[in-house]
T-cell receptor
Framework: DADVTQTPRNRITKTGKRIMLECSQT?????MYWYRQDPGLGLRLIYY???????NKGEISDGYSVSRQAQAKFSLSLESAIPNQTALYFC??????????FGDGTRLSIL | RKEVEQDPGPFNVPEGATVAFNCTYS??????FFWYRQDCRKEPKLLMS???SGNEDGRFTAQLNRASQYISLLIRDSKLSDSATYLC???????????FGSGTKLNVKP
């Protein structure tokens, strides 16, 4: 089983729909992150959480919200999806001094 | 200015060649440095951490130059399987954030 699991792996939806991307981890890490990746722009941080009661905005949080339901779960929501949110989304986990471990990614297309 | 900058490449090299990538970072307070490898449409995976004294793992050597604020990755005896995008990652010590470069693409040809 994967240490960091993202669902769904692929999603195609329409503009204006609400979308939720789920992430769960079995590594026992306190810190969880959501990134999006676009061609030529690398990974950009959307939101991050250092524990269940801690939520922080990343560099591109507009249009997104998150929920840290438990230490092992961190979900990302698009309240009203728009086409420029089409991207590859990654969840990652880590501890304070450790590198990050990534999920397999969610490929999201918004028409 | 981006936190982390990399030459996007692609670097096209023959099997057996030695290839090197550099990555520059803007925040002199950065504390930790890493190289990740990302295959097409896959998740990034840690290749190696970069220590102040430099470190080597088989055919891969990573070095840090704090004075000039860059890190490097050297790959010796390139294999076809080394073809991937290599991401430079810098951790900001003040805010515990990770900053990713946009990656350098390597194509190793037979």
């Amino acid at each position: 089983d994967a240490d960091v699991t993202q669902t769904p792996r692929n999603r195609i939806t329409k503009t204006g729909k609400r979308i939720m991307l789920e992430c769960s981890q079995t590594k026992g890490h306190d810190r969880m992150y959501w990134y999006r990746q676009d061609p030529g722009l690398g990974l950009r941080l959307i939101y991050y959480s250092f524990d269940v009661k801690d939520i922080n905005k990343g560099e591109i949080s507009d249009g997104y919200s998150v929920s840290r339901q438990a230490q092992a779960k961190f979900s990302l929501s698009l309240e009203s999806a728009i086409p420029n949110q089409t991207a590859l989304y990654f969840c990652a986990t880590g501890d304070s001094n450790q590198p990050q471990h990534f999920g397999d990614g969610t490929r999201l297309s918004i028409l | 200015r981006k936190e982390v900058e990399q030459d996007p490449g692609p670097f096209n090299v023959p099997e057996g060649a030695t290839v090197a990538f550099n990555c520059t970072y803007s925040n002199s307070a950065s504390q930790s440095f890493f190289w990740y490898r990302q295959d097409c449409r896959k998740e990034p995976k840690l290749l190696m951490s970069v220590y102040s004294s430099g470190n080597e793992d088989g055919r891969f050597t990573a070095q840090l130059n704090r004075a000039s604020q860059y890190i490097s990755l050297l790959i010796r005896d390139s294999k076809l399987s080394d073809s991937a995008t290599y991401l430079c990652v810098v951790k900001d010590g003040n805010f515990n954030k990770f900053y990713f470069g946009s990656g350098t693409k390597l194509n190793v040809k037979p």
